[in-house]
C-alpha cells in the first residue's frame, strides 16, 4: 500500500469528519450520511460492474436483504446491533449467491433481465409479506447502533459511515490490485480465455456479485438503523437503477469513480427530493447521457482531462535463471504424458473427429496437421476442456480429463494458444502475463483482501516469473503497453507469454505462424525450439509446413476427422496419403 | 482500374499509411507485399471506404471516389474480401453469399450467382445450409471471395487470403486468383505469402511502415537481392 | 423468455407468462409477479438464450 495513496485517503476521510464537524445542521448532515451509504454500495457495484463486468440491475434487492435482517434481527429478535449489522452483511452476501447462479451463462439482455427479475421478486415479496416484512407499514423500533450505551447521534453516524466507506475502499483496493482484480477484468474481456489460464469464470461471478451484495447490503442495514425504522417504500427498481448509475456515471473500474459518482447523485437525488418524477427522469437522463456521451463516466473524463499518469514500472528481474527454475524437468516415466484413446466428436450433423488416437511423449515437439477442416482445433478444444468429446478418453499424467473444466485443465498443466487470438485486449502486455501465473499464485480470497505479507510476496514473486518470461520471448520493452495495440505478430507473441506463464507441461499451440512472414516464422520456430529445451512438451496445430518439418519431432495428420499418418515428419512427407490429401505434389 | 494518389491515413497519433501513390491496370493483378504493421491492411481498407483518408485521392474507373461512403462505393463495382474472413458466423453459407449480393437490385441473376459460386468452390455447396460459423478456416476464405464476387465486382479486393490455410487449399486459391483473372476481373491482393502473390502479380508494391519502398513486375521482384532477404525467407 | 432471436419464441413466451399470470391472480393475486418474474429467472438459468433461442455459435 503506497504512502501517497494512503495519505490522500486520510486526507478526504479526515476532511469528511471535520465538515461534518463544522456543520450543525441535520439536514446537511443527513446528505453527508447518505454520500457515505451510497459510496458502499458504489464501491462493491464497481467490482461487479466496472470490473467483472456484469451488469445487475437488482441491486436493490440485495440492499433490502441487508436493512431487513438488520430491522427483523433486532426487533423480534432482540439481538444487538451490531451483530445485527454483521448478520445482515452475511444475509446479503447470501442473496448475492442466489443472484449469482441464474446469472452466471447468460449476457446482454438476458443477464439484465434475470438480475431485473431478482430486484422485482425482492420488492413485491417485502411489500406483499406483510406478517413479515410489514409491507408499506414498515418496521419500527429498529435498534441503532450505540457505542457505551449511548446510541448513534447523527454526527457519530456520519463519521462511522466515512470509517466503514475508509475500510472498504482500501480492503478493496487490496483485492483489485493484485490476482483478483486481473482475473475480474479477464471475465470481461474474454472468459474462453481467462478459462484458459485457469481463472474459474463462474467462481469470480459469484464472487464479484458477493462482494457487491455486500456492500449493498450493509448499506441498506445502516440505513435501517440510523432510521431505527424501515419499510418496503425504500426498496424499488429505481433503486437498482440508482445503485447502477452511481458507478457507470461516476466511472466504472476506475478507483475513483464510486467516490464521484456517491458524491454527485447524492447532491442531485436531494436537490431533487421534491420532485419524484422529475428524479426518475433525471437519473434516465443521466443513464443515457454516461452510457452515451462519457463512457469512462466522470471520473473518467477527469482523467482524460489530466492527462493518463504513467504507469509506475514494477520490479524488474533480471535473471533468466528464474524460468528455467519452474520449468524442471518434470518427466514422469510412469505415466504418458497425454493419451488421446480412440475420442469421437458428434454434433450437428458434422463429425470433427471419428476414433482418433495418439500418445504425446515427454519433452519432444509434436505437430498436428491437416486440411482445414479436418478436426485439428476440434481436438485441441477437446484436450483443453472447452469441447466435451462424444466418445473415447482423453488422459494426461495418468488422469481422465475428458470433460473436464477448462481452469481445471490449466491447473493441472495444459497451457494453449488460440487460433483466433484470444488476448485480454484493454490490459497491458504484463498484466496479460500476469494472469497466465494465476493459476500458479497461491494467495487467497482473504490473504488478498487484507493485503497479509504471505500474499504480497506472492504477487512480487509472481511479478519476477513474469518479467523473466517476457525476456524470454523478447517483449521486456513493452511490457506496459496495452496489448491490442501492438501489431499482429507481437500480439501471437504475448499469448504465447501468457501460455507460459501457466507453467505447462504440454504446451498447445494453435496455428502459432499464422499471419507471419517467413522471417517471423523462423523466429518463432527458434522460440518453440528454446521453450522446448526448458522441458515443456509442444504440441502444435500449423500449416508452415517448413516450421513443422524443421522443428517438429513427431507428426500426426488428420482428414476429415480422421488419422491418416503419424510418424517423423521424413516419413510424412513422404506419405501417398498425406500428399494427396494435404501437401501437393511440391511438399515444400 | 483503380488509383491511389498520396494517400495518407493516420490512427490518431499514428500514421499507418504515408503518401501511398499506385495504380491497378484494368484486367491485371497487383499485389502489396510486406510485413505486419506495414500498413497493408490500412489501404485495402481504405480503397472500398472503410478508412478515411487524411489527405489523397482514391480513383476508381477513373472517377474520384474518395468522399463516397462504403455502402455506395459497392455499387461502383469494387469489393472486399476482408482480413480474417469477416463471414457472418449466426448465418448460412446459402445467406451469406445472398448478402453479398444485397446492394443488387436483380433476383434473377443472383440466383445465377450462387450456382457460379458453388461451381468454383464444391465444397461450399455441400455446406450450404450450415452456419458460417462452424465452417474450416478454408471454407470460410473461399466463402469470403465467394461472397465478394457476387457483387459483380470490376475490382476485387483480397486481404491475406492465405492466412491460416493448409498448402494444399493456398494452391487452390491462388488457383483461383489466376482463374478470375482470366475472366477479365481485376485484382488488388495484399498476401503475406511472398512468394506465391510475386508468382501471380502482373506488378508488385513493397509497403514497409505505410511507405512503398520497392515496385516492378512481380517476376523482377522475385528475383531482387533486397526482397528477397527481406520477406522470401529461406526460399 | 422465449428467446431474442425467434420471433416465434416471443409469442410462445408472452401467451405463457400470460396465461401463468392469469392463473396465478386467480389463486393468490399478490403472488401474481412474484411467480412471474421467477419464472423468468429460472428459464434463463436453465437455457440462457431463452426456450426457443438460438445459441451463437463461435470458433474458438
Known amino acids: 500500500m503506497r504512502a501517497p495513496h494512503l495519505l490522500m485517503v486520510a486526507a478526504i476521510a479526515g476532511g469528511a469528519a471535520l465538515l461534518a464537524l463544522l456543520i450543525d445542521n441535520d439536514y446537511y448532515l443527513r446528505i453527508l450520511f447518505m454520500m457515505g451509504v451510497y459510496y458502499l454500495c458504489a464501491a462493491g457495484m464497481n467490482v461487479l460492474v466496472g470490473y467483472a463486468g456484469q451488469k445487475s440491475l437488482g441491486q436493490a434487492g440485495l440492499f433490502a436483504a441487508g436493512a431487513y435482517t438488520a430491522a427483523l434481527l433486532t426487533t423480534s429478535l432482540d439481538l444487538n446491533p451490531w451483530l445485527a449489522l454483521g448478520a445482515a452483511a452475511i444475509a446479503a452476501g447470501a442473496c448475492g449467491v442466489l443472484i449469482a447462479w441464474p446469472s452466471l451463462r447468460v449476457r446482454g439482455p438476458y443477464l439484465a433481465m434475470v438480475t431485473l427479475a431478482f430486484g422485482i421478486v425482492v420488492e413485491k415479496l417485502v411489500s406483499e409479506w406483510t406478517e413479515v416484512f410489514g409491507g408499506a407499514d414498515g418496521i419500527y423500533g429498529i435498534k441503532s447502533l450505540a457505542i457505551f450505551g449511548t446510541p448513534f447521534g447523527m454526527l457519530q453516524w456520519v463519521w462511522f459511515v466515512i470509517a466503514l466507506g475508509v475500510v472498504t475502499h482500501l480492503l478493496l483496493r487490496n483485492l483489485l490490485s493484485g490476482r483478483f482484480g486481473r482475473a475480474f477484468l479477464s471475465l470481461q474481456a474474454d472468459e474462453i480465455a481467462a478459462e484458459s489460464v485457469g481463472v474459474s469464470v463462474y467462481k469470480y461471478k459469484i464472487l464479484a456479485f458477493v462482494i457487491a451484495a455486500v456492500t449493498c447490503g450493509v448499506a441498506g442495514a445502516i440505513v435501517a438503523q440510523q432510521n431505527q425504522y424501515f419499510n418496503s417504500d425504500f426498496i424499488s427498481f429505481n433503486l437498482s437503477i440508482f445503485i447502477l448509475l452511481l458507478v457507470l456515471f461516476g466511472g466504472a473500474g476506475n478507483q475513483y469513480g464510486p467516490l464521484v459518482g456517491a458524491i454527485l447523485l447524492t447532491l442531485i437525488d436531494a436537490q431533487l427530493a421534491k420532485w419524484p418524477s422529475i428524479q426518475h427522469f433525471v437519473y434516465g437522463a443521466l443513464l443515457l447521457f454516461s452510457l452515451y456521451l462519457m463512457p469512462n463516466g466522470v471520473a473518467g473524463l477527469i482523467k482524460q482531462l489530466l492527462g493518463s499518469r504513467g504507469h509506475t514500472p514494477s520490479v524488474r528481474s533480471k535473471s533468466k535463471s528464474v524460468v528455467a527454475a519452474n520449468f524442471e524437468s518434470v518427466s514422469d516415466s510412469r505415466h504418458p504424458l497425454l493419451d488421446v484413446d480412440t475420442v469421437s466428436k458428434h454434433f450437428g450433423g458434422v463429425r470433427p473427429a471419428q476414433d482418433v488416437s495418439f500418445r504425446l511423449q515427454w519433452g519432444h515437439v509434436h505437430a498436428l496437421i491437416g486440411p482445414n477442416g479436418a478436426g485439428k482445433s476440434t481436438m485441441i478444444n477437446m484436450i483443453t476442456g472447452v469441447l466435451t468429446p462424444t466418445a473415447g478418453r482423453i488422459t494426461f499424467v495418468g488422469q481422465n480429463i475428458g470433460g473436464a473444466e477448462s481452469h481445471v485443465i490449466c491447473r493441472l498443466g495444459i497451457g494453449r494458444t488460440f487460433q483466433n487470438l484470444r488476448l485480454f485486449a484493454g490490459l497491458s502486455v504484463l498484466e496479460n502475463v500476469l494472469l497466465g501465473q494465476h493459476c500458479r499464485m497461491k494467495n487467497g480470497f482473504w490473504a488478498s483482501l487484507f493485503a497479509l505479507p504471505s500474499s504480497i510476496r506472492e504477487e512480487a514473486a509472481a511479478q519476477e516469473r513474469a518479467w523473466a518470461i517476457l525476456d524470454v520471448v523478447g517483449l521486456a520493452d513493452l511490457a506496459m503497453s496495452p496489448a491490442g495495440s501492438l501489431p499482429y505478430g507481437l500480439q501471437r507473441r504475448v499469448e504465447l507469454a501468457r501460455a507460459l506463464a501457466t507453467e505447462p507441461k504440454l504446451l498447445l499451440l494453435d496455428e502459432p505462424a499464422a499471419g507471419l512472414n517467413p522471417q517471423e516464422t523462423a523466429e518463432l520456430g527458434k522460440l518453440i525450439v528454446k521453450i522446448s529445451k526448458l522441458g515443456i512438451t509442444i504440441l502444435m496445430v500449423e500449416h508452415h509446413m517448413d516450421l513443422v518439418m524443421s522443428i517438429s519431432d513427431h507428426v500426426v495428420v488428420l482428414d476429415y476427422g480422421i488419422k491418416i499418418a503419424e510418424g517423423t515428419p521424413s516419413i510424412i512427407q513422404a506419405d501417398k496419403r498425406v500428399i494427396e490429401a494435404y501437401l501437393g505434389a511440391e511438399a515444400a | 482500374m483503380l488509383k491511389l494518389d498520396r494517400v495518407n491515413i493516420s490512427y490518431g497519433a499514428i500514421q499507418a499509411v504515408r503518401e501511398v501513390s499506385l495504380e491497378v491496370p484494368k484486367g491485371q493483378v497487383v499485389t502489396i507485399i510486406g510485413a505486419n504493421g506495414a500498413g497493408k491492411s490500412t489501404l485495402l481498407k481504405s480503397v472500398v471506404g472503410l478508412e478515411p483518408l487524411v489527405t489523397g485521392r482514391v480513383f476508381l474507373d477513373g472517377k474520384d471516389v474518395t468522399s463516397i461512403p462504403a455502402h455506395k462505393r459497392t455499387k461502383l463495382g469494387v469489393a472486399l474480401s476482408p482480413e480474417g474472413r469477416g463471414v457472418f458466423p449466426d448465418q448460412t453459407v446459402q445467406d451469406n453469399l445472398l448478402l453479398g449480393a444485397y446492394a443488387m437490385k436483380d433476383g434473377a441473376s443472383t440466383a445465377d450467382r450462387v450456382e457460379r459460386s458453388y461451381n468454383m468452390f464444391p465444397r461450399l455447396r455441400e455446406r450450404r445450409d450450415q452456419m458460417a460459423g462452424t465452417l474450416s478456416g478454408g471454407e470460410q476464405q473461399m466463402l469470403a471471395i465467394a461472397r465478394a464476387l457476387m457483387c459483380d465486382p470490376k475490382l476485387l479486393l483480397l486481404d491475406e487470403p492465405s492466412l491460416g490455410l493448409a498448402p494444399l487449399i493456398i494452391r487452390d486459391i491462388f488457383e483461383t486468383i489466376r482463374s478470375l483473372r482470366k475472366t477479365g476481373l481485376t485484382i488488388l491482393l495484399v498476401e503475406q505469402m511472398a512468394n506465391q502473390a510475386l508468382a501471380v502479380a502482373d506488378f508488385a508494391y513493397v509497403l514497409e511502415t505505410g511507405r512503398i519502398t520497392h515496385q516492378g513486375k512481380g517476376s523482377e521482384l522475385l528475383n531482387d537481392e533486397r526482397v528477397r532477404a527481406a520477406y522470401l525467407g529461406a526460399h | ?60
Request: glycine content about 14%; charged content about 10%; overall charge positive.
Open chain 3, 1 to 60: 423468455m422465449g428467446g431474442l432471436s425467434n420471433p416465434r419464441g416471443c409469442v410462445l413466451g408472452g401467451f405463457a407468462l400470460g396465461v401463468l399470470e392469469s392463473l396465478v391472480n386467480l389463486w393468490q393475486a399478490q403472488w401474481r409477479e412474484i411467480v412471474v418474474f421467477l419464472l423468468v429467472i429460472l428459464v434463463l438459468a436453465l437455457r440462457p438464450h431463452g426456450l426457443l433461442g438460438q445459441h451463437t455459435v463461435e470458433k474458438v
